[in-house]
């Protein structure tokens, strides 16, 4: 089982960067699929969530209007589009997937880096 980031990187700030997760060795179309991010010296937060056939999405405040959560479950992805991007996103950002039936049957990425910086 793997969740494999990328797209993450450095940009200026307005900027906009999208974000990969690639999903391998489970159904992915079965699984409710969240990107979270944690900033140095922060807790993990939840910035956003799709569900397993996309048709409900959800986001944090602090990203709403910004951000964009989206999948393709026949190339079992799940994106995140970031726009108008800000210092304060600055963050390790990591794709988390759990199954529909069972919660407790959940995986992690291992993460990617973005930063929002002159």
């Known amino acids: 089982v793997q969740l494999v980031e990328s797209g993450g990187g450095l940009v200026q700030p307005g900027g906009s960067l999208r974000l990969s997760c690639a999903a391998s060795?489970?159904?992915?179309?079965?699984?409710?699929m969240n990107w979270y991010r944690q900033a140095p010296g922060k807790e993990r937060e939840l910035v956003a969530t799709?569900?397993?056939?996309?048709?409900?999405?959800k986001y944090a405040g602090s990203v709403q209007g910004r951000f964009t959560i989206s999948r393709d479950n026949a190339k079992n992805t799940v994106y995140l589009q970031m726009n108008s991007l800000k210092p304060e996103d600055t963050a390790v950002y990591y794709c988390?997937?759990?199954?529909?039936?069972?919660?407790?049957?959940?995986?992690w990425g291992q993460g990617t880096q973005v930063t929002v910086s002159s």
């Open positions: 988390y997937g759990y199954s529909i039936s069972d919660s407790r049957d959940a995986y």
């Open positions: 060795g489970f159904t992915f179309g079965s699984y409710v």
């Open positions: 799709i569900t397993s056939a996309g048709g409900i999405k």
